[in-house]
């Protein structure tokens, strides 16, 4: 991933070429991105410009309380691929995973990048931040990861939390959250930041989000959690290929039945698609081939915030997650009580309109009535 | 004296149950009962939907059994039942429905609309806006007996006819039979084959029957006006006759609503078991068939095709039996579109063909019979209602269609075996 820089003297247009990419394989990769932004097709040539000539701003990226998992989803491709090429138009200055620098040389390069593209720089961050005890749970360089961020973020442009644990804390905030892991947007609030949850994110949507940012130098709409409204717009569920299922009631109820096999619907088998926002359903992953329910198993719900809590990832949306049995019974007592209520006094209304029954004779059914 | 709103609010509330309170609130206006609805599928006119037509008692459910309801009818806020209103609404509830039930099958969430309009009728009556041909029939059925004012004499002239042409006995007021037949008035009057019929195939089956001198009406416009006071009254007549001639079983005629009322309300009107079972006679004919004490000979050849009443085979579930029947005399008949539980209603039902008001609506949604029948090519249609029959008779001289409309049971007793 890490180019060497010295190719820098390049366009993008040669560089594309030098990668055996055609300038309509670009277009067409700028069309599918209009087309994923919900952005207008005249869009395209826009983008394409954007793309050719966009100053290649400085990323930084920080890895915290994570697993690299998120790191290991973009970098995933077999071949060089056009997702790669977007990262390629970005200086990506500090990586720690896969700079090659090391030590003291690492760090430098954060500093200077960070001097050197003041106010203009992007901070990319996966992984959530521990805070309890002044932070000391993760440390880089003897650097606090809290410390860091804080440092970092105060030059950027915006901030691109990445995979559920920068935006939503992920495992590292799901109880009992020994360390006091948080995520970016409780502790930044200043610059704008961007959630691309997911454990880990679709690769598509990292590259959507970076290329727009390139495009229109800012970063696209977001909805009620910060996350980009064009690719977490959809429930799992309204676009899964298994919907027709759910809604003729038919449900694979383990995983070696007849529904199974028959490629049911796996919501009693607890799949989170109903209640998750995410593009699984349509982008897919590994280059288009696939997603979990489509290899049969339920969506874990993992764009989601709070999803590591959720209850059993086997439990149907419907169970409830907590302890919930004493409430319940108070819940149906009173429910009952006030259904008896309800209906002794609509009872009472039925019996005195009884009471002042109106009795039809022959006299209503003549000429004067 | 109470105002006629007010009698009819008081009689919704006295109607509204468990059942309707869970329709009100559970349906979802999708609409697709106005697609099931030949009012409305003939006219186009959206206020046929069948739920629209329960609006004042759905009025009177959401000010009096619903929390919002209630509370905006504190402030004043909700619409109560008004003279306005039912008159507007008697148009719908009377002239544009024949209870035919076509709507309760198609409902996605399960609602019985027909029930909420039978039931909606109830304040109408009391509040007085039913129609006037309604009304009249009704009177001659608690005065006279009979909503066509038929009386003993008559029968006892058809009695009589009847015996010359068969030269068996027609058995009346026969204690002790298991089976006492009733009838209707339009098959006493205009259909008088039906009960020759009955004496041919019961003579040659052996039964046991006989009929009611106090007790030979069938028909009930008392739950066609909707009033369950009238409706019980009509009723335990009938029981009253079948008591006193100690009969096991009670056979409702070619009549569909005679069914629905005797079968399924009556025992609820009268608030207490009957002491003999109702059948309805297609039942029994099949039930005979099965035993084989109903053997015919000789096939028709003509196409034909079966027109199935509403209240025999919604209501009844009685789909399978005209089949049997039919297929025993008949090599080539054949079934018209929707046939069975989803056939569509002959558009006279329900008491509208009593409502001479709505002679032109009921003559614009035979279309969709006549409409089944051309796509068929037939020239012969069976049915087992006389309330049907007359009106698809009259649908087809009106059209000037060339289709013949025979009584099943008349149909078999032709084909009698020696």
Not at chain 2, 87 to 101: H, V
Request: proline share 5%; with cysteine; charged share 20%.
């Amino acid at each position: 991933m890490l180019q060497p820089w010295n190719k820098n003297g390049l366009t993008v247009a040669e560089r594309l070429q030098a990668e055996g990419i055609s300038r309509r394989g670009f277009l067409k990769f700028c069309a599918t991105t209009a087309s994923m932004m919900a952005l207008s097709p005249s869009m395209v040539p826009a983008i394409a410009r954007a793309l050719e000539n966009a100053k290649r701003p400085s990323v930084i990226w920080l890895s915290f309380q994570e697993c690299t998992g998120c790191t290991e989803s973009l970098t995933r491709s077999h071949s060089p691929n056009l997702e790669t090429l977007i990262l390629e138009q970005v200086s990506l200055d500090y990586h720690h995973t896969l700079q090659v620098a090391s030590g003291e040389a690492a760090e430098e390069a954060r500093e200077a990048a960070m001097k050197e593209n003041n106010g203009r720089y992007l901070v990319v961050v996966d992984g959530s931040i521990p805070v309890d005890n002044g932070g000391v749970y993760s440390t880089i360089a003897g650097i606090t990861n809290l410390e860091m961020l804080r440092e970092t973020a105060e030059g950027a442009a915006a901030i691109i939390a990445v995979g559920t644990c920068a935006a939503f804390g992920g495992i590292g905030y799901a109880k009992p959250n020994p360390t006091g892991a948080m995520p970016v947007s409780a502790i930044i609030s200043d610059k704008p930041v961007i959630n691309v949850s997911g454990c880990p994110p679709i690769p598509t949507v990292i590259s959507g989000v970076l290329a727009h940012f390139l495009t229109f130098d800012k970063l696209p709409e977001v909805d009620d959690l910060g996350r980009p409204i064009t690719f977490f717009g959809q429930s799992i569920h309204d676009r899964c290929y298994r919907r027709p299922f759910y809604d003729r009631g038919l449900f694979a109820e383990s995983f070696d039945d007849e529904g199974a096999k028959k490629g049911w619907c796996l919501y009693r088998l607890g799949c989170k698609g109903p209640a998750t926002y995410n593009a699984c359903a349509t982008t897919k992953w590994n280059e288009g081939t696939s997603f979990p329910i489509e290899a049969g198993h339920p969506c874990l719900g993992c764009s989601e915030p709070d999803f590591w809590d959720m209850g059993g990832f086997y439990q149907p949306l419907s169970t409830p997650t907590g302890d919930v049995t004493r409430t319940l019974v108070y819940g149906v007592v009173a429910g009952a009580l006030i259904g008896a209520a309800a209906g002794s006094m609509a009872r009472t209304r039925k019996i005195k309109a009884q009471k002042e029954h109106y009795k039809v004779t022959t006299d209503d059914l003549e000429e004067s009535s | 004296m109470s105002t006629p709103a007010e009698r009819a609010t008081n009689a919704f509330k006295e109607q509204i149950d468990g059942p309707i309170a869970s329709y009100l609130s559970s349906c979802v206006h999708c609409g697709m009962c106005a697609h099931a609805c030949l009012f409305y599928t003939e006219t186009e006119d959206p206020r046929y939907t069948p739920i629209n037509k329960v609006e004042p008692l759905r009025r009177v459910w959401k000010s009096e059994y619903t929390f919002f309801g209630k509370l905006a009818s504190k402030f004043g806020l909700t619409k109560s039942v008004t003279d306005e209103l039912l008159k507007e609404w008697e148009l719908l509830i009377y002239d544009a429905c024949t209870l035919c039930g076509r709507c309760s099958m198609v409902c996605p969430v399960g609602n019985d609309i027909a029930y909420m309009i039978r039931k909606t009728r109830e304040g109408m009556i009391a509040a007085g806006y039913a129609p006037r041909g309604l009304k009249d029939a009704t009177y001659r059925a608690v005065t006279v007996g009979s909503p066509m004012g038929v009386k003993l004499p008559a029968l006892k002239a058809q009695i009589k006819h009847v015996e010359k042409d068969t030269g068996l006995k027609v058995p009346l007021d026969v204690e002790g039979a298991d089976y006492m037949a009733l009838l209707s008035s339009m098959e006493i009057m205009n259909f008088p084959e039906y009960i020759e019929a009955l004496t041919r195939l019961f003579d040659k089956a052996g039964v046991s029957w006989t009929l009611c001198s106090e007790a030979f009406e069938a028909t009930n416009s008392g739950m066609q006006i909707g009033s369950s006071d009238i409706e019980g009254e009509l009723i335990q007549r009938i029981v009253d006759g079948a008591e006193k001639l100690k009969v096991k079983y009670v056979i409702s005629p070619e009549c569909g609503h005679a069914y629905y009322a005797l079968r399924w309300e009556g025992p609820n009107v009268i608030g207490k078991k009957y002491p003999f079972e109702v059948v309805h006679i297609l039942e029994l004919l099949d039930q005979l068939r099965a035993q084989g004490k109903l053997k015919v000979e000789g096939k028709l050849d003509q196409k034909l095709t079966f027109h199935d009443p509403c209240q025999i085979v919604r209501k009844g579930g009685v789909v399978d039996e005209p089949r049997r029947l039919l297929n025993m005399v008949s090599s080539n008949f054949v079934e018209m579109e929707d046939a069975g539980v989803m056939n569509w209603c002959c558009g006279g039902g329900g008491g509208v063909s009593a409502n001479e008001r709505a002679e032109p609506l009921k003559l614009t949604v035979f279309n969709r019979k006549k409409s089944q029948l051309e796509k068929l090519g037939v020239n012969t249609m069976v049915t087992a209602c006389a309330n049907c029959r007359i009106n698809l008779e009259e649908g087809i001289e009106h059209t000037n269609m060339d289709v013949e409309v025979v009584g099943l049971a008349e149909t078999l007793a032709e084909h009698l075996a020696d």
